[in-house]
């Protein structure tokens, strides 16, 4: 498996709305990542989990909060979000040697 | 501080023809550079990458590029142009170690007329 999956692809919320992004790797990389990306801009750095620890936080507001359960699983939870946070959110993953892997994203609509 | 600079916000070429992407960059070690491409909507996919060792590599869909240290340049080359390779591109520098942030340059959107 060479995949970073990425669920939900299309998530649509309120700005009352609490919602989690999920995100998968089973390549046994040990660092993860969340990058949000607006339209026509390259991808922005949220935050990086090495060996199922935060490691970097890119001064992201608290209604964004990631958590790593495990060393194959990444998620992200959205609170009080304001329609501004809609984007495309991906996952990544690295191992030293081989490269980032993406996930296809998940687009965020803030309602 | 790690930066990438993709001079060329567009491009337009003609199917067929040769297309050279460029990137510049800024890193205070040894970097690792990527190029990776983006379709409308979907996620990024690695086109290449250079870690050390031989200067020109290969990368997927007849995709090229070559590493120059002299002119911290890392540009992005196919010698002819399919109408499907309209996207947007990517150039990027890291550490490859686990955890190691990766730098994106701004983008360059590729078009490409019939």
């Known amino acids: 498996d060479t995949e970073v999956t990425q669920t939900p692809k299309h998530l649509v919320m309120g700005m009352t709305n609490k919602k989690s992004l999920k995100c998968e790797q089973h390549m046994g990389h040990r660092a993860m990542y969340w990058y949000k990306q607006k339209a026509k801009k390259p991808p922005e750095l949220m935050f990086v989990?090495?060996?199922?620890?935060?490691?970097i936080n890119e001064s992201v507001p608290s209604r964004f909060s990631p958590e790593c359960p495990n060393s194959s699983l990444l998620n992200l939870h959205l609170h009080a979000l304001q329609p501004e946070d809609s984007a495309l959110y991906l996952c990544?993953?690295?191992?030293?040697?081989?490269?980032?892997?993406f996930g296809s994203g998940t687009r965020l609509t803030v309602v | 501080a790690q930066s990438v600079t993709q001079p060329d916000i567009h491009i337009t070429v003609s199917e067929g023809a040769s297309l050279e992407l460029r990137c510049n960059y800024s890193?205070?070690?040894?970097?690792?550079l990527f190029w990776y491409v983006q379709s409308p909507g979907q996620g990024l996919q690695l086109l290449l990458k250079y870690f050390s060792g031989d200067t020109l590599v290969q990368g997927i869909k007849g995709f090229e590029a070559e590493f120059k240290r002299s002119q911290s340049s890392f540009n992005l080359r196919k010698p002819s142009v399919h109408w499907s390779d309209a996207a947007e591109y990517f150039c990027?520098?890291?550490?490859?170690?686990?955890?190691?942030?990766?730098?994106f340059g701004g983008g360059t959107r590729l078009m490409v007329k019939p």
């Open positions: 989990y090495s060996y199922e620890k935060l490691s």
């Open positions: 990544a993953s690295n191992q030293g040697g081989y490269g980032y892997t």
């Open positions: 890193y205070g070690a040894t970097p690792y």
């Open positions: 990027a520098v890291g550490a490859n170690n686990a955890g190691n942030m990766l730098t």
